[in-house]
């Protein structure tokens, strides 16, 4: 079982950035494809972005396309989710997710494809 960890969220005005990390607890994910996604109050939970197993695949959603980047970093076992020109309808609970299948070439961005889920951290964008 691997369980994720995320940190970084918390208040920000519009047009300033954020930095989420996350990072698994007791086990490396560095086979795994990774993700994020986001549930804000009254909303179904979205895709964010995602990041194959190399790093050499990624892949946005449109509304983030531009102004979010998504990176990992092999040697601190820890995905990265760069928010930057954050807009007050960025404002959700952020989840990290990894998908469990091995060495996955492209990237997946359905919340079923995704086996494990972090806590979440609130991300919240001030107008």
């Known amino acids: 079982q691997v369980q994720l960890v995320e940190s970084g969220g918390g208040l920000v005005q519009a047009g300033g950035s954020l930095r989420l990390s996350c990072a698994p607890s007791g086990r490396t994910f560095s086979t795994y494809a990774l993700g994020w996604f986001r549930q804000a109050p009254g909303k179904e939970r979205e895709f964010v972005a995602a990041?194959?197993?190399?790093?050499?695949?990624?892949y946005y959603a449109d509304s983030v396309k531009g102004r979010f980047t998504i990176s990992r970093d092999h040697a601190k076992n820890t995905v990265y989710l760069q928010m930057n020109s954050l807009k007050p309808e960025d404002t959700a609970v952020y989840y990290c997710?990894?998908?469990?299948?091995?060495?996955?070439?492209?990237?997946?961005?359905?919340?079923?494809?995704?086996?494990?889920w972090g806590q979440g951290t609130q991300v919240t964008v001030s107008s």
């Open positions: 990041i194959s197993w190399s790093g050499g695949n990624t």
């Open positions: 997710a990894a998908d469990a299948t091995p060495f996955r070439g492209v990237v997946v961005t359905t919340s079923s494809d995704y086996n494990y």
